[in-house]
């Protein structure tokens, strides 16, 4: 039993939470707490003072740090201008809109030497996250997984139980948070980034575990109108 469970196992008293992992912004309500009769007694509000301050509080507010991003956009038809790109207004968005900041841009062919080239080119830049597109799935020319292992990624974690985002990965060189978004990034307005993104930008490694938890309510629904994060999807 949590902390919070426990809280609200003593009976006279409640607290109420926002989901784990909801992104706040300065101002939101967080918790609320309330005596459920008109007089309760003294032993059981010391009790849940207890509970939260051996706990270190009911709930924890994280900063979410300001990352310099670097993206590396692989394909055989994008580098060789083929086809227009349009990931990189994507996640141009995504980034500028959680407060941080993409500071380089590269494009490789599906050649895993040449990819991992770039990203340990932006690593060596000081891009400290980095996204890679494409190549995530398992066909031939898809090498991106290959390109990360060859850049030095280790703790690595391929596969979600996410829709949309199954062939998504994460690993690490040398403390730089690397996450290979598969091509559903470029079709689905909110994918497993919206969800994990925050996650690291607050400090947090995420790795197998933490992914295989993400099934439940790990399926968007593709709603006509799309209201995440007020939805259940992450949740």
Do not use: W
Not at 16 to 35: C, E, F, L, S
Request: net charge negative.
């Amino acid at each position: 039993m949590g902390p919070l469970a426990e809280v609200n196992s003593l009976c006279e008293v409640m607290c109420a939470t926002r989901h784990t992992n909801t992104r706040v912004a300065k101002g939101d309500i967080v918790a609320g707490t309330r005596a459920i009769p008109l007089v309760i007694r003294v032993d059981v509000v010391e009790k849940a003072v207890s509970i939260a301050r051996s706990n270190q509080g009911l709930a924890q507010i994280k900063p979410l740090r300001q990352a310099n991003a670097g993206i590396v956009i692989t394909g055989n038809e994008v580098f060789t201008r083929l086809i227009e790109d349009k990931f990189e207004e994507v996640l141009r968005h995504k980034i500028d809109r959680i407060g941080s900041e993409v500071t380089g841009v590269a494009f490789a062919p599906d050649d895993p030497d040449i990819i991992a080239e770039e990203i340990r080119s932006l690593i060596s830049s000081g891009a400290d996250l980095i996204l890679t597109t494409g190549g995530m799935s398992v066909d031939p020319d898809d090498v991106t997984c290959e390109a990360i292992r060859r850049a030095g990624g280790d703790a690595e974690a391929y596969g979600a139980p996410v829709l949309p985002g199954a062939m998504f990965m994460t690993s690490n060189i040398d403390g730089v948070p690397i996450l290979g978004v598969p091509a559903c990034g470029l079709y689905h307005e909110r994918t497993i980034l919206d969800l994990v993104l925050p996650r690291i930008l607050a400090g947090e490694t995420i790795g197998r575990s933490d992914l295989a938890g993400m099934g439940h309510g790990g399926l968007c629904l593709n709603c006509d109108q799309c209201r995440f994060p007020a939805c259940p999807f992450g949740k």
